[in-house]
């Protein structure tokens, strides 16, 4: 029997889409299953470890992209976001029917063996250095790298 293989790539830095992501990262690590998180360009402001904004990178335009980003406690609803205030009202809705809340399903992800990998190209770009994303990276990747890790498994794009 082959092994099981799931590649997610996060390039969405959106609230419920992280949710989606750690969910099915997760749950397919819990029976089994390789499973490694590439995140870029949007998705990289969900494993920075500054969770408030900052102005960080040398150009203007990183500096204002890395700002508006501003950390995984920053991450906008994709719908309804309502000026910032979904974000916490979900969280409690997930604690009210004993879901796993968004750092919970991180942290059950991380234990359950989950890779996370960067792109490099979008670290590049945002100019988002090595020793501003979480610990738990275990490696910053080119795409082409990135494709041979997925190569044989199941790949999602969210």
Not at 44 to 71: D, P
Not at 142 to 152: D, K, R
Request: glycine residues 10%; aromatic residues 12%; contains cysteine.
């Amino acid at each position: 029997m082959t092994e099981k293989k799931l590649s997610l790539v996060c390039f969405s830095g959106e609230f419920d889409k992280a949710i989606a992501v750690f969910t099915l990262a997760s749950g397919a690590a819990a029976v089994g299953w390789k499973v490694e998180i590439f995140f870029t360009f949007w998705g990289l402001n969900i494993v920075r470890k500054n969770k408030g904004r900052a102005f960080t990178g040398q150009s203007f335009m990183a500096r204002f992209f890395n700002f508006l980003m501003g950390g995984r406690k920053h991450l906008p609803l994709s719908r309804f976001n309502f000026g910032g205030i979904s974000p916490p009202l979900m969280t409690g809705m997930m604690k009210g029917h004993n879901v796993a809340t968004l750092d919970e399903l991180i942290s059950s992800a991380k234990a359950l063996g989950v890779k996370l990998y960067a792109c490099e190209m979008a670290m590049n770009i945002l100019e988002i250095k090595r020793e501003e994303l979480d610990d738990d990276i275990v490696d910053v990747l080119g795409v082409p790298t990135f494709l041979e890790h997925a190569e044989g498994g199941q790949t999602l794009f969210i």
